[in-house]
């Protein structure tokens, strides 16, 4: 028994001993505790898939397989990207549907495969525009690139960077050295305009075919040359059944790297930074890969017996003469911000390359936004009047060059263009917007920096009459102090009293107050005023207190989108109520049906100069000189023909005061506009434009009535049946 006892007492104390070492170690953490840890929990592995339509052995699939492992590296493991090179997961455009919908994670297309979606893409097209590769680079790393990306957005996708598949090249059964060498050609080219009308503007005949049906047709003699990138030339063995190559590097195939918006929201903020950062870190590396990889497969070409030219200098310089226009007649279809931020590229890169750097003209202007159409109709005036001066020898010996920003129709936007404009040395005027809201903004600006700044749209009259001596800025174009008394009286002929219905912001409350004091002079009240805010859309009320007051007619001052919300409504409720606008109702791009509507109301808005039918053999003979150096038929230009003149005519103006002074500073030529003398322009022929107290070159001489045909063109109102 006295064992027995023994032996349990033990066993307790053994049992006790136990529980108090395990609570011990536990305590110290060295065992785990009976809780889950987090910190030691298996992380969880997120899989993204990465399709790519190269195969390996190329640059941009060695540069997918790197970045995959950067990332896992980065993550800890926590997340694992698969590449899929070849095609595997379907072609471009298959794939670039499914990043879309979020069924595939992570694509390289080629900026080509946007063009629907995206027409922007499209600037990498264009032959011969970059001067070299490394600005093309600095274009793509600068705005220009971050621009590109950020519009991804729009369709779903979350751009990362932009990686290459390298320089185009030409290939054919003989050299191509100068332009005359197409003539007669057979050149395949993908599905594109742009594409297009490069070869058959140098003679040959394009017809597009497959990427992949493109050996066996240069093999069958269906076609007899080709561009593609070296990569693309010797994996498809295209050089295999070509006898010729030249180098020419015109054009670039860059490829965009883009995540699935679904898949990129889905993830931390910790891991989205990493895909981007990463993708940005190889791009300097697969760009010189893609260097390093285009001098083996052109020692690959050149053993399999194949000629490889080199264009020189002076025949790159033939070429971009020839084709220099694609630029400009695809401008509308690229976009003019995008175009133009290139071109700030370039002409800052040129004027770094010379002693004697060419004459600045700036264009501060929505390029991109509602009022996009009115800034391209005068980045295109100022362009036109550039050429015909630079054809004529230039200015002062130096040649006239352009340069335009975006301002989104943004103030501050506004403001930094203008602060941009006056550090630039060569820079002699700008070319302000549309919008008066943005110009009166930037007033203090422009007289801080005393830069000329010309006018070819903006009507609020204090733009000209500031106040400021000296005054920097001059205008062609319209004056609310003269819009108003030419808008009301007319307004009062078609019936009173009349109804004054305006936009709520400075511009219309201004013109509101004008009304109605010139109407006192006229010994006449209205029938109301009513204002609303920007953006309005519903205006019954307003409609119905119109009605009420039994108003003859209504005179109406707002922004387009506004302005046509309010005559639909007034449409439907009063049919036959004249209606007469300011011309801030056609400053945007306008649709069939709102083109019918005003059409069919009637609607009537002043006008300076109209192009279609021509006013005058000026007229007609500027309409000759944009088609051919535009190289385009559009009819396009005509809803916004007048900014397109004054533009046209203030350049001119420009030069005529760059000659009397025979100077570059810009207070000389502020000086020297306002003592010009007699000018044939296009609006009309300007005797002394301005003066001292006058900034403003047209009267109420140049104010006609105007309205639109269902065509599309705008009319003299005395021309159309009432």
Known sequence: MKENRIIAFLSVLLVAVLALLFYRLQSHNFLPSSQPDSTLAVPRVQQLRLGVNIPPGTALHAAAERFAQRVSEGSRQSIRVSVYPNQQLGNDSQMLEMARRGELDLVLIPTAKFSTDLPEMQVFDLPFFFPSRQLLYQALDGQLGTTLLERLDGIGLKGLAFWENGFKQLTANRPLLVPTDFKGLKMRVMNSPILQDQFESLGATTIPIDFHATRKALADGVVDGQENPLVAIVSMKFHEVQS??????????????????????????????????????????????????????????????????????????????VLDYLPRKFEQTIGADIISQAQEVIVQYLASQTQAPEILIGLDADLSAQSARVGLAFKQGIQLAIHTINQQGGLLGRPLRLMARDHQGVPERGRANIRFFAEQPNLVAIVGGKDSTVVLEELDLIHQYQV????????????????????????????????????????????????????????????????QAYLSQLGQQPAGSWRFPPGEKNFQDTITHIVSTQAKSVLLIASPKSSLSFIKALSSAVPHMPILSHWGLIGD??????????????????????????????????????RSYFQTDSHELIRFGAGFVHAYDLIHLLAQAIVAGNSLDRQVIRAALEQLH?????????????????????????YRLAQFLKTGHIVLVDRVDP
Not at 595 to 617: E, G, R, S, W
Not at 684 to 698: I, M
Request: proline share 5%; hydrophobic share 40%.
């Open 678 to 702: 007699a000018y044939e322009g296009i609006v009309k022929t300007y005797h002394q434009p301005f003066t001292a107290e006058r900034h403003d070159a047209l009267g109420l001489d140049e």
């Open 244 to 321: 010729h190559m030249t180098i020419s590097n015109h054009a670039y195939l860059g490829y965009v790297f883009a995540m699935s918006k679904n898949s990129f929201d889905r993830l931390s903020s910790k891991d989205q930074h990493l895909i981007v950062t990463t993708a940005q870190a190889l791009t300097a590396w697969e760009r010189d890969e893609t260097k390093r990889y285009e001098e083996q497969f052109m020692d690959t070409a050149r053993q399999a017996g194949m000629t490889i030219d080199t264009l020189s200098p002076a025949e790159l310089k033939t070429f971009q003469q």
């Open 589 to 626: 791009a306008m649709t069939a049906e709102e083109i019918n509507l005003l059409a069919d109301k009637k609607v009537v808005f002043p006008q300076t100069v109209l192009l279609y039918p021509p006013d005058t053999d000026r007229v007609q003979r500027l309409l000759s000189e944009y």
């Open 452 to 515: 000329p700044y010309l006018i070819p749209w903006a009507a609020a009259s204090e733009l000209t009459e500031n106040g400021q001596q000296p005054n920097f800025v001059f205008r062609v174009s319209l004056n609310d102090r003269l819009v108003v008394p030419f808008l009301t009286e007319t307004a009062v002929q078609r019936g009173h009293p009349i109804a004054i219905v305006f936009e709520n912001n400075a511009w219309g409350r201004q013109n509101n107050m004008r009304i």
